[in-house]
């Protein structure tokens, strides 16, 4: 069984950035009742999105933010391939769905992109691609080799 945990290192910053703004107010204003439910909402967000958890077993892959919300689960057998990939600034972080498929990551750009056989498509963020593909790899997935950017055509003007 393969397991593997990718920490939140993008939102750990944010919340610490806004936790200062947090402890100066706290400092300067005392602790009132919105600032200490403030603070507790920004305690439970670090607590359910500290991190991305991905599992592969004998007939699943699964993965789940913090401690197991907001999750996914799909049958091995439900997966027509998959394949490294780089995610860029417009999938985020966080879950969401993009012109990709769904996007589930917390820090990075690297994923693995599943392709069900009905089509629909999962970006799953890691920072193990290569972990993660031999454990799909030895529970009989297909893995699309990366494909090369194809070479562009320089059209020029024979007019000089």
């Not at 629909?120 to 593909?133: A, E, I």
Request: proline letters at 2%; aromatic letters at 12%; glycine letters at 10%.
């Amino acid at each position: 069984m393969y397991q593997h945990k990718q920490y939140a290192v993008f939102i750990f910053f944010v919340l610490a950035w806004i936790g200062g703004f947090v402890a100066l107010a706290w400092n300067l204003l005392g602790a009132d009742g919105p600032l200490i439910i403030f603070t507790g909402i920004l305690v439970l967000v670090g607590f359910l999105f500290h991190g991305l958890t991905v599992k592969v077993d004998d007939k699943n892959i699964s993965w789940a933010f913090g401690p197991g919300v907001a999750g996914q689960s799909i049958e091995l057998s439900e997966v027509a391939e998959a394949k490294a990939v780089q995610n860029s600034y417009r999938h985020g972080i966080g879950m969401r769905i993009t012109h990709d498929g769904w996007v589930y990551t917390v820090s990075g750009f690297s994923a693995i992109q599943l392709t069900l056989k009905d089509g629909t498509l999962y970006r799953v963020g890691t920072n193990d691609q290569k972990g993660l593909l031999a454990a799909l790899k030895e529970k009989n997935v297909s893995i699309a080799l990366p494909s090369k950017p194809k070479a562009e055509t320089v059209k020029r003007n024979n007019m000089i």
